[in-house]
């Protein structure tokens, strides 16, 4: 395709200017009080809280290649308040808990918000919130009932009909729209990473990149975390490895890697941003199972993302898999369909990324090794926010005292974990044609979804 022919196959926000200079490798032995696997989101978020709740502690963060290399350089830039993969997923699934998780979801963005400023972090962050578009009648319907529901529990959410949801913004695919104003942020991704990097380094953490973490093991005074020329021995350990959670085994009935794609066009021009309204630079999404997502940039680009939901069988990571022709024409076509008064843009980047999926579409989190280490992982395509309520998770099971987080179900609990393979595969790609034949056929959920659905399991972007 034309628009596709120059997009350079790269993640637009990692190729920006301000990356760190990579920290050296760990090369001998090192000991800490916290060591922290993984410089996602989920290891900075946890290295920042341990020495903003006490200074004194001797934080290390072991990376096995750059920070933000993973899913946390490369996604939508969506940071939401929600906790629980939105508030229907919530609400099926934690019913009993559902508002405290919306109080403590809202606190976590108001806080993410406050550290960004405290740490002068340039991420872009703004506070625009997310507007959910119906693109068929049976999603209008479905806005219409969670807009309800939302609405009950005090949420700050509009419903738009067709003629506001166009005025927002002008696609001719639209039906009718929910607008959450104050329940998601846009951040660029890659400098919310590069700014919680350098704060942690501010604070005296120590970390190390380019230095896989390849196996844990007990030793006197806490564990151990072995890498090819050193180690670390630390009181505690924070496992935040995202959808890479080999190094603790029980980890992979429960997530399996899904790749998502994103696409970047150039920055448009005042008449094109004029032809397409878009003043109040919401994050969007619309309401299909199998659903795009996009936000304007700084520079006017437009991210478009979303839709498929890759599993490659077998469950491997592969840098190639990074990149998916197929699924670039599916969103390239989607965009044009979406805003026909777009034509002739280009898309200057494509990529893909892996994301942890776990059945219940939301984190879970644990202990091992005598409760010396934590883990939080899962969070299934909405990490941005949610790995900073994560990482506060660990550190209070680390604590081994008990909190508000570590009394809550969601916290207690585990997703119904997928089958072995081969099986896991077959499952997955039956789940991914049924979720695809029910946006076809007006959200009607055919007999397999509907037996996942009783059973509590499910798979999604
Ligand atoms: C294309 C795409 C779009 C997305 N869009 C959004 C969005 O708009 N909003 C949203 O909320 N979420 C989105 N997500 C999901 C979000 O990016 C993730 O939920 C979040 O970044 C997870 O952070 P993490 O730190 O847990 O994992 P990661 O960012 O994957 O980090 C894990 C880190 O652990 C390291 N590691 C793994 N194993 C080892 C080891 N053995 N030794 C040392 N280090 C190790 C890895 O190298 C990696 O750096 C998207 C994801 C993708 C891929």
Redesign the pocket.
Known sequence: MRSLKDAIPE?YWLTQAGAPAPAAPLDGVETADLAV????????WTALLAKERDPQRDVVI???????????????????ASITHGFDNGLTRFPGEMDTLLRLGRENLDEIEATVARHGIDCDFRRTGELNVATEDWQWRDLVASHAAEAARGLDVVLLDQDSVRAEVASPTYQGGVWDRTGCATVD?ARLVWGLRAACLRLGVRIFEN????RITAARGGLS?H?WRGRVTAARVAL????????LKRLRQFVVPV????LMTEPLSPAQMNAIGWRNRQ?IGDAGNQFH?YRLTADNRMLW??YDAIYYNGGRIRPEQQQREATFEVLARHFEATFPQLEGVRFTHK??????CCSRFSAFFGTAHGGRLSY??G?????????RF?AKVMLDLLGGEPTELTALKMVRRKPVPFPPEPVRSGVIQLTRWSIARADRHEGRRNLWLRSLDAMGLGFDS
């Open positions: 993640p696997v993984g410089a996602g989101y989920s290891g900075l072991v990376e096995a290649g750059t920070a933000g290399w993973a899913a946390s350089g490369r996604n939508g830039g969506f940071c939401a991704p230095t896989p973490v390849e975390l890498t935040a490895t995202g959808a890479h959670g080999s190094l790749y998502d794609y994103a994050g997502y993302g979303g990529w893909g990324g892996v994301i942890d939080a992982a969070y299934t395509g909405l990490g941005v926010g949610a790995t994560g």
